[in-house]
């Protein structure tokens, strides 16, 4: 059995969000959604994640899981708004205590805050099976890129998160925080040995050069044959060396910090203050 998706691609943060739909039901899952936020203003919006809400209820569709493949650094989750306009249950890895542990010191959040991530419904382990309706999902833990990273693998279809870009964009950075180029490039080998066929569905694209149009899915054969990063003809020490070069040039993402202080806490914003106000941190001279 294979899922029916339908992907949704915020241009501002270039990321993609699936529905993941079982093929003969109405049951649905919403995988790395957005929340628009203006760094400028500091104010939210749900342009975004409306669209996926007119489209689940037109449908009539039956929200199962809001799920993430990891706490992204350049956009924020929806989750949280979904969860109360759709239902469904949020869910990610088990590691994203570990990211939690890492970056509530760095925001030096409350210190009732649990690093154990029990702002989430569910944490995942590796190689768990779960159910969108009548469509069988299994886990596989996919770090390097941060340690929660985590793909969701359906009949001939896996979802990856931010560990492989299209073959012509190459793959993820692993300089964040308890990221790691030799992880990144064992987990991205453990999606590839999928069958050939299986269809790859990415969170990001950002048009390689010569490129004109957006585009997020593509297959292990094609990622195997002509991914410039990490394809059959790269060693891990190759990959190491590249990878570690490049990301020493690449600034941090513009949505970093707002998006990883509010990801971490499964997409809700931090306890209001006092005066009724939420706030988000930036941490000065510390990365």
């Known amino acids: 059995?294979?899922?029916?998706?339908?992907?949704?691609?915020?241009?501002?943060?270039?990321?993609?969000?699936?529905?993941?739909?079982?093929?003969?039901?109405?049951?649905?899952?919403?995988?790395?959604?957005?929340?628009?936020?203006?760094?400028?203003?500091?104010?939210?919006?749900?342009?975004?994640?409306?669209?996926?809400?007119?489209?689940?209820?037109?449908?009539?569709f039956k929200v199962d899981w809001l799920l993430e493949t990891h706490a992204h650094a350049d956009h924020l989750s929806a989750a949280p708004y979904l969860k109360k306009r759709l239902g469904g249950k949020t869910a990610i890895g088990e590691h994203i205590c570990e990211v939690q542990k890492?970056?509530?010191?760095?925001?030096?959040?409350?210190?009732?805050?649990?690093?154990?991530?029990?702002?989430?419904?569910?944490?995942?382990?590796?190689?768990?099976?779960?159910?969108?309706?009548?469509?069988?999902?299994?886990?596989?833990?996919?770090?390097?890129?941060?340690?929660?990273?985590?793909?969701?693998?359906?009949?001939?279809?896996?979802?990856?998160g931010d560990t492989l870009f299209m073959p012509d964009y190459g793959s993820a950075r692993a300089d964040f925080p308890g990221g790691d180029a030799t992880t990144l490039y064992q987990s991205i080998h453990k999606i590839l040995t999928l069958p050939d066929h299986t269809r790859l569905f990415?969170?990001?694209?950002?048009?390689?050069?010569?490129?004109?149009?957006?585009?997020?899915?593509?297959?292990?054969?094609?990622?195997?044959?002509?991914?410039?990063?990490?394809?059959?003809?790269?060693?891990?020490?190759e990959f190491v060396s590249m990878r570690t070069e490049r990301d020493a040039t690449l600034s941090m993402p513009a949505l970093l910090l707002p998006a990883v202080q509010v990801n971490i806490r499964a997409g809700e914003l931090p306890p209001a203050e006092e005066n009724g106000v939420a706030y988000l941190k930036i941490p000065v001279n510390q990365l």
């Not at 915020?10 to 936020?37: F, K, M, Q, W």
């Not at 950002?206 to 990490?230: C, L």
Request: a negative charge.
């Open 1 to 60: 059995m294979n899922p029916v998706v339908t992907a949704f691609f915020d241009e501002p943060t270039n990321t993609v969000s699936y529905v993941v739909r079982e093929p003969d039901g109405n049951h649905c899952a919403i995988i790395d959604s957005v929340l628009n936020y203006d760094p400028s203003s500091g104010r939210t919006s749900t342009d975004s994640a409306d669209k996926i809400v007119s489209y689940v209820l037109e449908n009539g």
């Open 102 to 160: 890492t970056f509530s010191k760095l925001f030096n959040f409350e210190s009732d805050f649990p690093p154990d991530g029990s702002q989430f419904d569910h944490l995942f382990g590796d190689a768990e099976t779960f159910a969108i309706g009548d469509l069988s999902v299994i886990t596989m833990h996919t770090p390097g890129h941060t340690p929660a990273c985590i793909s969701y693998v359906s009949g001939d279809t896996a979802f990856v």
């Open 202 to 237: 990415l969170c990001h694209d950002y048009k390689a050069p010569g490129r004109d149009e957006y585009q997020w899915e593509t297959t292990v054969e094609a990622q195997r044959q002509s991914n410039i990063h990490v394809g059959d003809n790269s060693s891990m020490d």
